[in-house]
């Protein structure tokens, strides 16, 4: 049984470099593991056991702990972990959401602490908005340019009335 658990796994990691090389499948162990996955553009499936960090991603990014990507336009979901992207176009599911810099128009965070620099819709327990969040709900919503800096429950953007 050892042997073939063994096989398996240097079957799996023989395979890694081939697998992260795909456009339209990504296979991920850690942030440098395989080599190239940190460059790697995926069209398609991004699957990180149990890390996965990659370059842009059109699809779905999905890992046991984490996910980190460069843009994202599509589906991030971490099981037990965080997700991050400096561009991101789409949902944000974990217990960790952090959206960076560049925005787009439509993103969704749902999990415990969500941050985000602006725009899109926040829902977790607590929300953190740097710029001006269009939607957040949770116990603690904090959206420094939104219509009040920091409320309970339910908090907008200051753009929502304009």
Not at 142 to 159: A, E, H, Q, T
Request: proline content about 2%; glycine content about 12%.
């Amino acid at each position: 049984m050892k042997k073939v658990m063994m096989a398996l796994v240097l079957a799996v990691f023989t395979a890694l470099p081939v697998l992260a090389t795909e456009s339209s499948f990504a296979l991920g162990v850690w942030y440098d593991c395989p080599e190239n996955i940190g460059t790697t553009d995926v069209e398609g499936l991004c699957v990180g056991v149990p890390l996965i960090a990659n370059g842009e991603v059109e699809g779905a990014s999905v890992a046991l702990i984490g996910n980190r990507s460069r843009e994202v336009s599509g589906l991030q979901f971490a099981l037990i972990g965080f997700n991050f992207a400096e561009s991101l176009y789409g949902i944000q599911l974990g217990l960790l959401n952090f959206q960076g810099g560049q925005h787009d128009d439509f993103t969704a965070q749902l999990g415990f602490y969500n941050q985000a620099e602006e725009n899109g819709i926040q829902l977790g327990f607590i929300n953190n908005s740097r710029n001006n969040a269009t939607f957040q709900l949770g116990f603690i919503n904090i959206n420094k340019r939104g219509f009040f800096p920091v409320m309970l429950l339910v908090n907008f953007g200051s753009d929502l009335f304009d």
